[in-house]
């Protein structure tokens, strides 16, 4: 079993940065590609960044050039670095991981808010 915790949301004003952070616990577990997802209130869930063990990232295009997604395996740790935030970007941050080697399992954050203001 994978614990993943989010942390680092919070309240911003437009233009301004934060960074979240996902921290996985357990034991016995080889994390493999791992994402970012948002949902905002009457929306679909929706990917925002994900980067694979040796670091191929892929960014949703609402993001690129604003966000990036890093990770450290020796801490079973990713991240997510926010530039530039807009409004547009408020909603529930959600951390997902693929955890296995053959067998793969698919784990999810409780979620962190984040909130952009005009």
């Known amino acids: 079993q994978v614990q993943l915790v989010e942390s680092g949301g919070g309240l911003v004003q437009a233009g301004g940065s934060l960074r979240l952070s996902c921290a996985a616990s357990g034991s016995d577990f080889r994390l493999n590609t791992m994402g970012w997802y948002r949902q905002a209130p009457g929306k679909q869930r929706e990917l925002v960044a994900r980067?694979?063990?040796?670091?191929?990232?892929t960014y949703a295009d609402s993001v690129k050039g604003r966000f990036t997604i890093s990770r450290d395996n020796a801490k079973n740790t990713v991240y997510l670095q926010m530039n530039a935030l807009k409004p547009e970007d408020t909603a529930v941050y959600y951390c997902?991981?693929?955890?296995?080697?053959?067998?793969?399992?698919?784990?999810w954050g409780q979620g962190t808010q984040v909130t952009v203001s005009s």
């Open positions: 980067i694979t063990r040796s670091s191929f990232t």
């Open positions: 997902n991981a693929l955890v296995g080697i053959g067998i793969l399992a698919e784990y």
